[in-house]
């Protein structure tokens, strides 16, 4: 069993929560190794800054349904 599995198993088998895993991994991953973990899973600020023409999904939300020349016909 790999390493990665057992610390898994730990969780699945009640011994600590993945909220504990998950800090013991960050605090002993050196600045570098978190920083390249948020790159490689696109969580990094290159990724949340890219704005790529599209609106986010809280402006779709918003302007759903908002098209001045609709109307809803009711039956």
């Known amino acids: 069993?790999?390493?990665?599995?057992?610390?898994?198993?730990?969780?699945?088998?009640?011994?600590?929560?993945?909220?504990?895993?998950?800090?013991?991994?960050?605090?002993?991953?050196?600045?570098?190794?978190?920083?390249?973990?948020?790159?490689?899973n696109e969580l990094s600020e290159r990724f949340m800054d890219e704005d790529d023409g599209q609106p986010s999904w809280e402006q779709e939300w918003q302007d759903f349904g908002e098209d001045p020349g609709y109307e809803m016909e009711y039956i």
């Open 1 to 40: 069993m790999s390493h990665r599995d057992k610390a898994i198993e730990l969780v699945e088998d009640g011994f600590i929560t993945y909220e504990q895993l998950a800090t013991m991994a960050l605090k002993y991953m050196s600045e570098d190794d978190v920083a390249d973990m948020l790159d490689a």
